[in-house]
């Protein structure tokens, strides 16, 4: 008898261990993540009990709680669409997004760096009040990268490359969050499926979340992957004849204009990126090998989500390619797919002498009687370059600006490194339009990185340098003038 007691009594014990483990587990270590998640609308509903922080930019709010004459005391506000792709949305049906999300513990007061006021709370029987989440986004830098869009879909991310701080980020066609946020469920649903329904997809953001066809601009990746494999220099020249027939295959590589690049029966590295050319590219590629170049993406951040504190999109550099393929892949066409984000890192890194530094959106946290609760710091995410190696990358950079097939990019005065990319989509299917690059050149200031989706509306009418390029010298334009 005694003994089947003891084993009873094992038995709870276990069960209210491992009952005590999981609250514990649950209440403490998943907490921050639970509150987050947009699928929690308990969550959602909780939050409007006690006034949510606002997000602020330069100290003013771009999205804050006020006072409402209903039973759910505060409704979120939010400036502009502007700023869509940051803060995201905060609904009580359809839950948040952005960084309503990522920083919702924060926002909420539930946090477990709030601990303190939390306690204070629910001693004095007043609700905490949310946190305040101010941004790195420059306002000038953002509109004026808002504006440089005008009505073309796509994105823009500019970067301090010393800091990673983010100055701007945004997606074209942004969205109204308020339309989300009113307290109305048949109102906010039907606002949410006109959006959802919308073909130019407005909710979607373009800046990190979504992956193309980098084109032209991956050749700054292989010019940094020649130059790390120690095996190139710049000046490395490779055959330069008008088409190239890709290993095994009926396929011809061609330049863009069908030309020759530069003109002679040999071209190098630095005037393969100058002239973007393809040719000399789909060589280079093969001659390296696959794992070299996706050893050396992956060192820029392909293959990996970034948190930011939002989380990246992974862009993608394939594998088990054949040779052909390889060629193909080696001016960013095939199946390598990416962001503005992580291109506007490839730049930072190469602008920051070879360290890439995580990008990071949020500068301090403030608590409701304006403690700083959190601080993000620099972080080093990779060093994908050596100093020697990033120099002789922005000296091609600095080269495809200056004298080569980049010129719209240039700024009077200024010397600015960058590359364009036209990336192509399928037959008949209108061309991906990119830029990427950094300045001042000699004192990098900004990196960035834009991409014009369905060819800026003009199909294949137009390439990176006519479209592209000039929306991101009024960017860094924005940043030199301040």
């Not at 190239?244 to 990126?273: H, M, R, W, Y």
């Amino acid at each position: 008898m005694n003994r089947e007691l003891k084993r009873v009594s094992l038995v709870i014990f276990v069960m209210f261990l491992s009952l005590f483990i999981a609250s514990t587990t649950i209440q403490i270590f998943a907490a921050d993540s639970l509150a987050q998640d947009q699928r929690n609308v308990r969550s959602a509903y909780d939050s409007y009990k006690t006034q949510r922080g606002a997000i602020l930019v330069n100290g003013e709010p771009i999205a804050e709680s006020v006072r409402s004459d209903d039973v759910y005391q505060y409704l979120r506000v939010y400036k502009s669409p502007m700023y869509s792709s940051v803060t995201g949305f905060f609904s009580l049906y359809q839950g948040s997004t952005g960084i309503e999300s990522s920083m919702g513990s924060y926002l909420t007061g539930k946090n477990s760096s709030q601990f303190f006021e939390q306690i204070s709370a629910l001693l004095s029987g007043n609700p905490v009040q949310g946190a305040s989440v101010e941004l790195t986004i420059d306002p000038v830098v953002q509109k004026a990268a808002w504006d440089a869009m005008g009505k073309m879909k796509g994105a823009v991310v500019a970067l301090d490359p010393k800091t990673g701080n983010i100055l701007a980020l945004v997606s074209k066609p942004g969205f109204d969050a308020n339309l989300l946020a009113v307290h109305s469920g048949v109102q906010s649903n039907e606002n949410y499926a006109k959006l959802l329904n919308d073909k130019d997809g407005p909710l979607l953001n373009r800046a990190a979340n979504e992956l193309y066809a980098p084109g032209s601009v991956f050749k700054v990746i292989m010019a940094a992957a020649a130059v790390e494999s120690g095996k190139h220099t710049k000046d490395s020249t490779f055959p330069n004849p008008p088409k190239f027939q890709l290993p095994g295959t009926n396929v011809f590589v061609q330049n863009s204009g069908e030309g020759k690049c530069g003109g002679k029966p040999t071209v190098s590295i630095a005037d393969a990126l100058r002239f973007s050319c393809n040719v000399p590219m789909a060589q280079l590629g093969i001659a390296l090998g696959q794992d070299t170049i996706r050893k050396q993406a992956e060192l820029f951040g392909f293959g990996k989500k970034v948190s930011y504190p939002m989380t990246s999109t992974a862009s993608v550099y394939p594998e088990n390619m054949d040779d052909a393929q390889v060629g193909l892949s080696s001016f960013g066409q095939y199946d390598v797919r990416s962001n503005p984000l992580q291109m506007a890192m490839v730049s930072a890194a190469v602008a920051n002498q070879g360290v890439l530094m995580k990008p990071n959106l949020v500068e301090n946290v403030l608590s409701s009687s304006l403690a700083v609760i959190a601080q993000p710091q620099p972080d080093i995410f990779s060093q994908p370059l050596s100093k020697e190696s990033a120099q002789a990358v922005k000296e091609m950079m600095i080269g495809a600006v200056q004298r080569g097939v980049s010129g719209n990019a240039r700024i009077k005065d200024v010397v600015v490194a960058g590359k364009t990319g036209t990336a192509q989509n399928g037959k008949g299917e209108p061309y991906t339009l990119w830029f990427t690059g950094f300045a001042p050149a000699d004192n990098p200031q900004v990196a960035v990185a834009v991409v014009i989706a369905d060819g800026g509306g003009i199909g294949q009418g137009g390439v990176g340098n006519s479209l592209a390029a000039p929306v991101a010298r009024k960017v860094m334009e924005a940043v030199l003038r301040k």
